[in-house]
């Protein structure tokens, strides 16, 4: 069945870097849009970036980390990277990757179209 993982949480001091990665398995991965989203305690899940189906998909950002984020696709791989740089502790959250089928290489940041969903990993900066 599908499914999606994801990894590189972890505790960082504010300014740090880190990289998330989510592994897909068990569906025709380059038909996918995969979002990275995130949610914090007390707040509502939001749309951080996403990317599009294939290998020239489009890409979005929320503007709160555009020039700090990069998000990427290795499809030989079947993975998807959130690279995050110059970290805030406002970037504190579980964060999710998900994935919604495409037939076009658009992608969108809103949760209520991704049907897939991974497990999340927590991402906590702080001094």
């Known amino acids: 069945q599908l499914q999606l993982v994801e990894s590189g949480g972890g505790l960082v001091q504010p300014g740090g870097s880190l990289r998330l990665s989510c592994a897909a398995s068990?569906?025709?991965?380059?038909?996918?849009?995969i979002g990275w989203f995130r949610q914090a305690p007390g707040k509502e899940r939001e749309g951080v970036s996403c990317?599009?189906?294939?290998?020239?998909?489009?890409?979005d950002l929320l503007n709160s980390v555009k020039g700090r984020f990069t998000i990427s696709r290795d499809s030989a791989k079947n993975m998807v990277h959130l690279e995050m740089n110059s970290l805030k502790p406002e970037d504190t959250a579980v964060y999710y990757c998900?994935?919604?089928?495409?037939?076009?290489?658009?992608?969108?940041?809103?949760?209520?179209?991704?049907?897939?969903w991974g497990q999340g990993t927590q991402v906590t900066v702080s001094s």
């Open positions: 998900a994935a919604a089928f495409r037939r076009d290489g658009w992608c969108n940041r809103r949760h209520v179209d991704y049907g897939y």
């Open positions: 990317i599009g189906r294939g290998s020239t998909g489009s890409t």
């Open positions: 068990g569906f025709i991965f380059d038909n996918y849009a």
